[in-house]
């Protein structure tokens, strides 16, 4: 009974272990006194003087959203290559072909119209 749940307990405790060695160095190894400015949250890079009127532009949330959309496409042709490892039909590859070139197009299309024009 307890055999088909070994790898779950061994994994977790495994993680638990890591985790608390992570802790216990942090601890031993991590600075005692910070200073004014290691005690202050750090935030993206912006310095936390920056007033809450302060707003990022349109092009960062549509270059993010961009790299979010183009990086799931491309994940979705890691399970295709793996499964054309082992086909004997032209279809499947067929099919990847024609999905890398509407990904390839529409990549283009965004490029002409400006979308990943850092300003």
Not at 23 to 50: D, F, M, Q, T
Not at 54 to 78: H, K, N, S
Not at 82 to 105: Q, R, T, Y
């Amino acid at each position: 009974m307890l055999h088909g749940y070994l790898p779950i307990i061994v994994f977790g405790a495994l993680g638990i272990i890591v985790g608390g060695v992570f802790v216990l160095l942090n601890g031993l190894l991590g600075p005692r006194k910070p200073g004014a400015v290691k005690s202050e949250p750090y935030e993206c890079g912006l310095p936390s003087e920056i007033s809450k009127s302060f707003r990022f532009g349109i092009t960062f949330y549509l270059v993010a959203m961009l790299f979010l959309l183009f990086d799931i496409e491309v994940v979705f042709l890691y399970p295709i290559a793996a499964v054309l490892k082992s086909a004997d039909s032209i279809e499947a590859l067929v099919k990847v072909g024609i999905f890398v070139v509407l990904l390839m197009s529409a990549l283009v299309a965004a490029w002409r119209k400006g979308a990943l024009d850092w300003r």
